[in-house]
């Protein structure tokens, strides 16, 4: 059974966010609409309250390679 290969984008900043979201689909992921999320929660770093944007991102190769291998 082959891996999938995806991951979690998680970024307190929406601009870094946004930016991360693009140089992974630039490389061949596909985002999982469904699983945006904008969430509040505190950031350890200043204790501060803000948004955390949040995606799961895949690769659909390697969805097709563990599709075949079953």
């Given amino acids: 059974?082959?891996?999938?290969?995806?991951?979690?984008?998680?970024?307190?900043?929406?601009?870094?966010?946004?930016?991360?979201?693009?140089?992974?689909?630039?490389?061949?992921?596909?985002t999982r609409l469904e699983s945006y999320r904008v969430t509040a929660e505190m950031n350890p770093e200043n204790g501060i309250v803000s948004h955390v944007h949040t995606i799961e991102m895949y690769r659909p190769d390697t969805l097709r390679e563990k599709a075949g291998s079953d």
Wanted: glycine share 4%; hydrophobic share 45%; proline share 0%.
């Fill in 1 to 30: 059974m082959a891996k999938t290969d995806s991951m979690l984008v998680r970024e307190w900043d929406a601009d870094v966010f946004h930016k991360r979201v693009l140089e992974l689909e630039a490389k061949g992921y596909v």
